[in-house]
């Protein structure tokens, strides 16, 4: 129900969607899908929820590494780009959409975001702190700089097209490295 | 009426924004700036077209300075980022609202960001002819990197926050300069 939601709200915009067009990709009457939703944003808040748990392990398992701090970061960078391409479709729309839950929901999704940032900040921060990251790098702009990078992927990023996922996420890995150490000179 | 309209735009978002609110902040009466526009997707496409003969210029600057390409592009990155930074609402506007427009408008500011595109690309491919880029950088993916790093400033900045303006560009354009020649090490 989430992977025919995310379709559907990826083809038509979350705004010009329906929950009958919702029901008609799942296969289902409109009726039945009221059984397990409450409401369109129920469905939106869902994918978000269901995204944010793979995404968080993601993190963690990054964080956790037994490596030194830059590698922690590649690592992360790598990982975090390849998941975003493997899932561009949720990225997109919760890059476009986040702003029409409200509430609770809006509140929870802002929260999570928060949570993703103090993360990438902490493992940008270990770099730093070994003495690693460019003169003067400030952990925050670095973060935002890092995560605005991420989010424009859904702008240009089309799974036919001619570049693998695997040579983009090292690309980008990459870049965000360098972000955060410097420049060679 | 541009700047009003951006301020209106801003604080209320598109959508739910009126012409009539618009005139209000002008202080004219709704019927007179009808006189001067035909619609509000009109004016929308006033407040881009006006931002991008000013951003243009700064492109162009930028490209024909006498210097060495990586001294071009940090300049580029300098004053993009503190241009972005100076005109938070208009940018913050132009990353939310532009796939509003339609018809001609859209392709026009469909056109002028492919613009912007090619011409920051072309500053980069003059880095990586001097042979100054990182190993295997790949221009496309580096520019459309350095965007979504630049257009997710107004998720976060704000005029009246702690760090001036020119502190956070001198910032944004050491990363981004990092991205495009490598990391130290």
Redesign the interface.
């Known amino acids: 129900m989430i992977e025919a939601a995310i379709r559907v709200f990826h083809k038509k915009g979350y705004r010009s969607a329906s929950i009958q067009d919702v029901a008609a990709e799942v296969g289902m009457l409109k009726g039945s899908l009221y059984h397990y939703i409450d409401s369109k944003e129920d469905l939106l808040a869902r994918i978000f929820e269901d995204s944010a748990g793979r995404f968080e392990t993601m993190l963690q398992e990054a964080a956790g590494l037994d490596a030194p701090p830059v590698d922690r970061l590649r690592s992360f960078a790598r990982e975090c780009s390849l998941w975003y391409l493997q899932n561009i479709e949720r990225v997109g729309i919760y890059v476009k959409e986040w702003q029409h839950l409200s509430g609770k929901r809006l509140k929870e999704v802002v929260r999570i975001r928060t949570d993703y940032e103090r993360s990438l900040a902490g493992l940008i921060g270990d770099v730093k702190e070994a003495g690693e990251a460019?003169p003067?790098?400030?952990v925050d702009?670095?973060t935002?700089?890092?995560?605005?990078?991420?989010?424009?992927?859904p702008?240009?990023y089309r799974r036919r097209g001619p570049?693998p996922a695997e040579r983009?996420a090292d690309?980008?890995a990459?870049?965000i490295?360098?972000?955060v150490?410097?420049?060679?000179?």
């Not at 935002?144 to 992927?153: D, H, K, S």
């Not at 150490?181 to 000179?185: D, E, P, S």
Request: glycine share 16%; proline share 0%.
């Open positions: 460019a003067d790098l400030d702009h670095a935002y700089f890092i995560f605005g990078a991420l989010n424009g992927l702008d240009w570049d983009i690309g980008y990459g870049m490295v360098a972000t150490i410097g420049a060679r000179y």
